[in-house]
């Protein structure tokens, strides 16, 4: 066991507890189809990969909504601190990103600022991350995070990410800042309202928490196929009276070995995402260390 981590395979329970009898029956649902990644070019890149989404499927349901829902509840229950976030000056945008998911759910808030966006985000399974725009000395404009209810963090801790710009809040992320950094910043500056767009990332973890703010200290497992693919579908929406952003993370996970049993083609793309990944970003995707074991192992798939 590494620091804190309970080993368990129950991504609706945080990292350190350890889950129900009944959550041994659990399976989880495929990852959706169209946030699986693809290849792009023949070399590693971060990128946008940006695309527009439709406001009537901003943030969908779908058969793990009510489970991230429970844990989402629980965790504002009884750790508020670990998962709500507030900068002086924030409280504006945090209230506005509030009804702009509640006005999309079709239900009303009986909360105001802060308080409003953890109301809010019961609604849905999506986290909500609200940057809003702070003039520096300099006279520069920058997006920085105010306001937040993430509770489903893949190894960050919210409270170190508070107040920062888009540069701070990624500088663990190795090629970032030379790749992608200042593409981020620029498209923020032309995200226009009513025209929300979405991403996705790909991570292996050890563990499936989807509330799992800590990186382990050691490995947790020791054969690739104990291992989890875990994936974030992204949106970003610009607030239209305040000019803040509304950013939604949605957190999902399936194993492995079921990911890679899908098709031989979702197979193929992990297999060349992992031979192409520098040994930095490797580091970072917490995958550095399995890679070798992986990459003799996922050929049956291929
Ligand atoms: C188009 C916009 C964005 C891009 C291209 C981007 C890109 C990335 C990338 C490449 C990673 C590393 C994970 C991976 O390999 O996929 C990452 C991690 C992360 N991103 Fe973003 N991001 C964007 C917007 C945001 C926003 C608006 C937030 C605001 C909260 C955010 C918060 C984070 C955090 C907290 C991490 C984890 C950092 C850590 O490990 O400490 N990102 N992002």
Redesign the pocket.
């Known amino acids: 066991m590494a620091g804190p981590h309970v080993l368990h395979r129950h991504p609706f329970t945080p990292f350190d507890e350890s889950p129900s009898a009944e959550a041994a029956l659990f399976s989880a649902m495929p990852i959706p189809a169209e946030i699986t990644p693809q290849i792009v070019g023949d070399k590693f890149r971060?990128?946008?990969?940006?695309f527009p989404v439709e406001i009537a499927n901003w943030l969908p349901r779908d058969a793990e909504t009510d489970l991230t829902i429970g844990l989402k509840q629980k965790l504002l229950a009884t750790r508020r601190d670990e998962v709500v976030g507030l900068q002086p000056g924030g409280e504006e945008v945090a209230q506005e990103a509030a009804q702009l998911v509640s006005q999309w759910a079709g239900v009303a808030l009986s909360s105001t600022g802060i308080n409003a966006l953890a109301e809010a985000s019961l609604l849905v399974a999506d986290d909500l991350?609200v940057?809003q725009p702070v003039e520096s000395q300099d006279g520069v404009e920058q997006?920085l995070?105010t306001a937040?209810v993430?509770c489903c963090?893949?190894?960050?801790?919210?409270a170190?990410?508070m107040g920062q710009n888009?540069f701070a809040?990624?500088?663990?992320?190795a090629?970032?800042a030379d790749q992608?950094g200042a593409?981020?910043d620029t498209?923020?500056q032309r995200l226009a309202v009513d025209r929300p767009?979405w991403?996705s990332?790909?991570?292996i973890q050890d563990h499936p928490a989807l509330f799992q703010p800590q990186i382990p200290s050691s490995p947790l497992v020791t054969t690739p196929d104990e291992l989890w693919i875990r994936m974030?579908r992204?949106t970003?929406r610009r607030l239209p009276a305040t000019n803040g952003?509304l950013?939604t993370?949605r957190g999902y996970q399936q194993p492995l070995p079921e990911y890679l049993s899908r098709n031989k083609q979702i197979a193929q793309v992990i297999r060349t995402m992992l031979e192409r990944l520098p040994d930095d970003?490797a580091h970072?995707?917490s995958v550095f260390t399995y890679r070798p074991s992986i990459l003799n192992w996922i050929n049956q798939f291929c």
Not at 153 to 158: M, T
């Open positions: 971060h990128r946008l990969g940006t991350a940057l997006m995070l937040a993430v963090p893949s190894r960050w801790l919210l170190e990410k888009m809040v990624h500088a663990p992320v090629k970032y992608v593409a981020v498209y923020f767009v991403r990332n790909w991570i974030e992204q970003l952003i950013f993370i970003v970072y995707k």
